[in-house]
């Protein structure tokens, strides 16, 4: 296979003179494709066209933004099969993973679509005349993407931007961006030219050139939370709105009534170990009550022991490899450092005939209580690398869990549900779940954003909206 992506500009197909090759992290021998290594000159050309396009689309009614949003959307739910696979080729993940970037992501864009009295003016009629909220767009908003689930993350930046009546430069990952490329170019094919645009390249160049170019109103990063401080300095310069969902260090707690029953252990391995570890709300470091340890170590493993791991697209591989170089020197580094200073157990089996050389694969692995400082505790790991650490009450497991600058998601795990609800009120994150840790279990009306150092602003409910519109009050007010 081998994909030529494109950026896409005011509607028109755009390249550059340099590209980058993409390639496929479960046969490194082999190219997926290339795309186009876009400079501070294609984002000034990216933010000219969303500004162009800004006036009519703000005028268009928002019933008809969402029913164009609507239609554009089905182009994600819905995509070719060979969209789904470009995007396995190139991230590593599952062909099922892929296909729920896909599908979720047109579901997200179909959700805020069908809520155009999201945007509803308020009116007050008294004694002193009338005075009317409106909802403004800000005029061009930028969305940076990461390279883990790019579909999904860019339609939360999507529906709530393009509905408000804004419009959008999604930056592409800079690993892996050829699905994102191709199905949200043809996504913006469905819209008026400009409302959407799609560009590539490295994050310091076309990615630091939108964040600080005065055109942009509004910028809403998902990254790293080290990138994500990068681009509120950068910001500041324009003081351009920001949205941040940054990293995170999600720590999930089994208290002692926890059921380790098969479906609970199966929401636990899903939990941490999905995406080969790579997702932002993972388990990321697991506290279990010593009184439970042995038991969750034992069944955890039996089930850890059956990931099968390989390329994505074999239907045997239930966990594909690492997504990028840097990722993968990152986490073998830790792997090693880890297993020289704690105790560890390495799980799972490559599927048949994997070169496994030729790939950033690693298999599955346990730590067993290692101490909290350790930087597999202590740090986001993004891998499928587990720490697992006994404690021995409510108040210091919250404590410990609490213990650091991230505060993305974390659950905890209770036969008691009133029990587990009042240790979720203690814990510092945007969210958190009970008896479940994934993707899976984000409420459709539950706002998602991160606490701390793991973001600013929330995703995917009406409460995005705030971030990408301004309140005028228009009065005509006799006091
Ligand atoms: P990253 O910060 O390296 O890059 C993210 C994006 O920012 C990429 O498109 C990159 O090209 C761009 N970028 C890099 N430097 C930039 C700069 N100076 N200015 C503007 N853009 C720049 O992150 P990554 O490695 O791609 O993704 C993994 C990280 O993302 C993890 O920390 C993960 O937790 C986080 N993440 C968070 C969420 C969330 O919702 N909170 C979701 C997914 C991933």
Known sequence: MSFEGHMTIGGKPVTADD???????????????RFPSGSAAHAGMAVEAAAAAFPDWRATPVEERGALLTRASAVLAEPPGDWVSLLTAENGKLLSESAIDFAVAGQNIATYASHPEWLESRIIDDARGRLVVRRQPLGVCVGIVPWNFPLIIASLKIGPALLAGNTLIIKAPEFGPLATLQALGEM???????????????????????????GVRKVSFTGSTETG?????????????????????DAA???????????????LVTGAFMHTGQI???????????????????????????IVVGDGTRPDVTMGPINNSRQYEKVTKLLAETKAAADWVQLGRYAEGTDVADGYFMLPHLVLDPADDMDVVANEQMSPILPIMKFSSDDEAVTRANGTEYGLASSVWSADQERAFALADRLEAGMTFINAHSIFALHPDGPCGGAKQSGHGYEITEEALDSYTQLQSITNTHI
């Open 19 to 33: 590209w980058v090759t993409v390639p496929n992290p479960a046969h490194l021998s082999s190219v997926v494709g």
């Open 188 to 214: 913006a094919s469905l819209l008026p030219p400009g409302v959407l645009n799609i560009v590539s390249g490295s994050g310091p160049e076309i990615g630091r050139a939108l964040v600080t170019h005065p």
């Open 229 to 249: 401080r990068q681009v509120m300095a950068d910001a500041a310069g324009h003081l351009a709105r920001l949205s941040l969902e940054l990293g995170g260090n």
């Open 253 to 267: 707690i089994l208290l002692d009534d926890v059921d380790l029953s098969e479906q609970a252990i199966e929401r």
């Open 280 to 306: 932002c709300i993972d388990i990321k470091r697991l506290y279990v009550h010593d009184s439970r340890y042995a038991e969750l170590v034992e069944k955890l493993s039996a089930a850890v022991d059956q």
